[in-house]
């Protein structure tokens, strides 16, 4: 049990309570910033695992872009803003929750005695290996991952045009005629 | 440190994205789940980078990738979310159930009030 054990085990002991608040907590706007918590711990368990940058993106993109999106999406959707009733119309949960959670746990069981079985005796030697910094792993994406790159880049493009596509509202002739 | 710490921490974010996907009714909830799944892949990715000392930097390269999928997928589900809204004025999942088939009278209806605009 080394220091880097104790991080990481501190980090993920408040990822993991972040996460069961997000998809418990009965006000959509608390798991959202809820989620901003477990990125948040996540990332710190990137930097343990000696990938910097991929921490930074974590942050910058996770918590910087994709959790105010979610805000954003809760307040256009008019999203119930407050404590609502469980199980009520107007609550978060819907009725299956006794199923949901019996499907999480089985799924948990078996991602878990799997991968821990597997990797029981594993040990990541964190002390010698190459930080994953900017320059790294720059030079990782620019080598050999060009082509999986540019493809991402134009899946962006694609979402992009797509998200502008659906959410745009079509103006008649009729309105415009009344607005000129 | 023991990649084993990494693999169940990563296998308890995903079965807690599995419940949140179930449970969950609100459409932005639900697509918050998704994320909780997305970053379970992402560790795992990541621990695996760092324990085969990859030289290529693979796991990490491709954890920027699922990254980048994961902002266009919110992106796009977010937009449909909206327009679900638009037209439809909820976004609760299981009020949606204009192709469920589970009520033959109410869907003779639903289909007869939708078919005039």
Redesign the interface.
Known sequence: M?G??VV??LL?VV??AA??L??TSPN?IH??LW?VV??GA?AG??L????E??AW??VL??IG??VV??L???M????PIGPQPAGGAG???????P???L???A???V??TL??SA??G?????H???V?DGR??GA??FR??VL??EI?SV??L???V???V??R?EVSDAEQADRA | MHLSLAVGLSALLFGTGVYGVLARRNAVAVLMAVELMLNAANLDLVAFDAWFKDNLHGGQVFALFVVVVAAAEVGVGLAIVLAVFRLRDTVAVDALTQLADRDPPARADTVASDSAP
């Open positions: 080394t880097a054990d990481f085990a993920g990822c993991l996460a069961v997000v998809v959509v798991a959202a989620l477990c990125f996540l368990c990137y343990v695992l000696t990938a940058f991929v993106v974590q993109i996770y872009a994709i999106l979610m954003f999406g809760a256009l959707t008019r999203a609550g978060l949960d819907s009725g299956n929750r199923l949901a959670a499907a999480g746990l799924t948990t069981g991602l878990g991968v821990i990797f029981r594993a040990y990541v030697d964190i010698h290996t190459a994953g790294v792993i990782a994406v050999f991952f999986p790159f991402a899946l962006l694609a979402a992009l797509g998200a502008i659906l959410t509202r």
